[in-house]
């Protein structure tokens, strides 16, 4: 290939995108004019907020910097950065909830991957689950840390995964019992998945901290954050029960038939055949579902548990540090966003990896 | 199973008992063992309220309602001062919820519906913007968004200095101030006009419905006649109604409707987070429609307009319609943490009153019953208009 040719391709790729976005900008006089307007928005809009954020922030330095500049006031962030990750955890004990965390974003990232997708996983999720639960509570390395001190972006992750870890066999057997022909579990798995879903989950967090107290025999006694997780592990686990659903409906009736004749009991006919291939399809299913647990546990703010959000908004509420409210929360925002786009784009492309692995 | 064994043509059919014990299905003492334990549970649990709340010397039962409750509530529809019973406070709690929910399901339909179609409008720019409003909106909590509105409409300058737009649109501290009707006078016939005047014309189009006869001209017709008889109605009965812009007086605005800033910021965080899922059913609804029937069309001889009205819409809307209603009936139970950032919603008056009188347990199950009430009756609507829908379309087919 001479030279003159490598140029004359580069110069037919880009006219060919020029082309394209000639006409995707310009290819009609009405799209001109919605163009114009959209960059007349983006020209009014967007200026003000770089100016605001970038050139007239305060990167480094105290709150009287911050106070001087008229521009965001980052310094905030890096001052509060340990708050917004572990609110009131002891300081010098806040290695546990970062190797809590470190664990935690770990076992994600081995379970998004499909290879990994073994009955070792299983074990992996309940070792590192516990494990957390113990470092967090401190109860085999004393001092012991009560749960209400517990809190950040360390709180939310422990409760997502916790919570969406313990639901999950949960909603299997509501969802076995909503398709089995049992007339009484049948009834029973639907009266609990409609209440549940027809319910606000702070509805349900008040249900945490009103009423289990009073239920619970001695239930003064647990934590707030502890009633906090049962009540979400039930409300999550109506949720994953109707993923789980549409997935055993998916799977032809044959195939437990023949199981059936296979003299495969109803157990085993479920563990070795059913679920395996129901639970496959729903996978994107539960991605999705994970990512809207994920900015669900912000409603522990209203309990007030210091979660992830209430750490930052009340980080924002330091006398030294008073106000900043916007920085607090577009650092927090910024953090639920890459998770939750991250998980999004790996929803997208685990549906089409599926989807390959299918036809091979 | 019991179908099949009915449908053999024959003297007998099941009886009663073999029809309840096939209901029943496999394993029936099992089963009634499961829910024994279930209600031993709920037996234990309650028993243990019931102890716990002798100890501190709370009588249960719902008595608690027709006692005064001693607060206030910043913003109702009904009337309510400090003294009222407590039934009236949750009734102007419901109120409050079903405002704000059926307020933002309108308009976050309508900007939804724009953003959708703005997505799909072939212009570049556009629909990247778009793009990066849904993936913001969706990929960060609601409740987040609700305190950056709250702390946005707090910050808000006062009233003499108020942001307006088009001088009649003003965001002060005290709440956002819009044009509306200000109606006087109105009397018991001008609302019985109204109300037979809404009937006949709803009638008038089920029943052409039910002919399958509504030409778009009729339509119209009725409607002018609809709106013809409102706008004469207010006058022969002696009421008013003037189109009122908020304007300047003294310390404050008045005139329109003022919302104030919880509302507006509940309003603002629900319209901009349930209108960027309905934008992606719009935009995903739209695409589940074959290329192949804009192109069909098209050799037909319809233009755009009527493409996307008589063909595409029609098919897009089954697809639409379901997951807009769950989007909506999500809408509803999201409006409750209107209880974070200020706003007396149900939520927020239930609280309040499981505080004040220690009756956690019944209010809090009022709560739960009142939204299975809402979330039932949204989806059987729903449902109805669903089959109607699909119907339509085959009918037509």
């Known amino acids: 290939m001479t030279i003159s040719e490598v140029l004359d391709s580069r110069t037919w790729r880009s006219s060919a995108t020029l082309q394209m976005l000639k006409i995707g900008l310009f290819g009609t006089p009405l799209n001109s004019i919605i163009t114009m307007a959209t960059v007349a928005l983006l020209g009014w809009i967007v200026p003000p907020l770089v100016r605001w954020g970038v050139f007239d922030a305060t990167w480094t330095g105290t709150s009287a910097d911050c106070a001087a500049a008229s521009g965001a006031c980052w310094a905030f962030v890096g001052a509060k950065f340990r708050f917004i990750l572990f609110a009131f955890y002891p300081p010098a004990l806040q290695w546990r909830p970062a190797i809590v965390m470190a664990l935690l974003l770990g076992l994600l990232i081995v379970t998004a991957q499909p290879r990994f997708w073994r009955k070792g996983l299983l074990v992996a999720w309940f070792v590192v689950v516990a494990a957390s639960w113990i470092l967090m509570s401190g109860t085999l390395t004393p001092p012991a840390v009560p749960s209400n001190q517990w809190g950040g972006l360390a709180v939310t992750l422990f409760v997502w995964s916790v919570c969406f870890g313990l639901a999950t066999p949960l909603a299997i057997l509501l969802a076995l019992a909503r398709r089995s022909s049992m007339g009484g579990l049948r009834v029973l798995a639907v009266a609990f998945i409609e209440l549940m879903r027809g319910t606000p989950m702070v509805a349900i967090l008040y249900v945490a901290m009103l009423i289990l107290p009073m239920a619970i025999p001695n239930g003064q006694l647990i934590d707030k954050n502890v009633r906090a997780m049962i009540m979400i592990t039930l409300f999550w686990s109506a949720y994953v029960a109707e993923v789980v659903r549409a997935g055993l409906q998916a799977i032809p009736s044959g195939q437990q038939e023949a199981a059936t004749a296979l003299g495969l009991g109803y157990w085993r006919t479920m563990q070795l055949i059913v679920l395996p291939q129901a639970l496959r399809l729903v996978i994107p299913g539960m991605v999705n579902l994970a990512i809207g647990f994920l900015l669900a546990t912000s409603l522990l703010a209203v309990i007030g548990i210091f979660d992830l959000l209430n750490a930052a908004r009340s980080s924002a509420t330091d006398p030294q540090w008073l106000g900043y409210y916007n920085e607090a929360y577009l650092f927090a925002a910024l953090i639920y966003f890459l998770l939750c786009f991250g998980g999004s784009r790996y929803s997208l492309w685990l549906e089409k990896y599926l989807r390959r692995s299918e036809r091979i | ?397």
């Open chain 2, 1 to 397: 199973m019991s179908s099949i064994v009915e449908a053999v043509p024959g003297p007998v059919g099941p009886g009663i008992l073999r029809k309840m014990s096939l209901w029943w299905g496999n394993w029936p003492l099992t089963q009634v063992a499961v829910i024994a334990a279930v209600i031993a549970l709920f037996w234990l649990l309650g028993h243990n309220t019931a102890e716990t709340m002798a100890r501190i010397g709370i009588a249960p039962g719902f008595d608690f309602l027709g006692r005064p409750a001693n607060f206030e509530i910043g913003e109702t529809p009904i009337a309510f001062r400090a003294g009222d019973p407590y039934a009236r406070a949750i009734l102007a709690g419901l109120l409050n919820t079903l405002r704000a929910a059926a307020l933002g399901c309108v308009l976050a339909t309508i900007l939804g519906v724009i953003l959708g179609v703005a997505g799909l409008s072939g212009n570049l720019l556009l629909a990247a913007l778009v793009r990066w409003y849904v993936e913001i909106v969706r990929n960060t909590p609601l409740l987040l968004q609700l305190f950056f509105w709250i702390s946005l409409a707090k910050s808000f300058p006062s009233p003499r200095q108020a942001l307006s737009a088009f001088g009649s649109f003003f965001l002060t501290n005290r709440g956002v101030f819009v044009p509306g009707l200000g109606f006087h006078n109105v009397s018991a016939p001008t609302v019985w006009v109204l109300a037979g005047l809404a009937i006949a014309y709803l009638a008038f189009v089920a029943w052409a419905r039910g002919k399958r006869s509504l030409p778009a001209r009729r339509l119209g017709l009725a409607t002018a006649l609809l709106v013809g008889g409102i706008v004469l109605a207010f006058p022969l009965t002696g009421a008013g109604a003037t189109w009122e812009l908020p304007a300047l007086a003294g310390f404050n605005i008045r005139g329109g409707y003022n919302l104030t800033p919880e509302f507006a910021a509940l309003l603002a965080g629900l319209v901009v987070k349930f209108s960027a899922a309905i934008a992606e059913i719009v935009r995903a609804g739209i695409q589940s429609v074959d290329r192949g029937q804009w192109e069909a069309s098209r050799a037909l001889g319809l233009h755009r307009g009527q493409i996307m009205r008589l063909v595409v819409l029609p098919q897009a809307l089954r697809v639409i319609t379901p997951l807009t209603t769950s989007s909506y009936l999500d809408l509803t139970k999201d409006s409750s943490l209107a209880v974070a950032i200020g706003y007396p919603d149900l939520v927020s008056i239930i609280n309040t009153t499981a505080n004040t009188t220690g009756q956690s347990l019944e209010a809090l199950t009022m709560l739960i019953a009142i939204y299975l009430a809402i979330n039932l009756s949204v989806s059987v609507a729903m449902n109805v208009y669903n089959r109607r829908v699909a119907l339509r379309g085959n009918g037509r087919a």
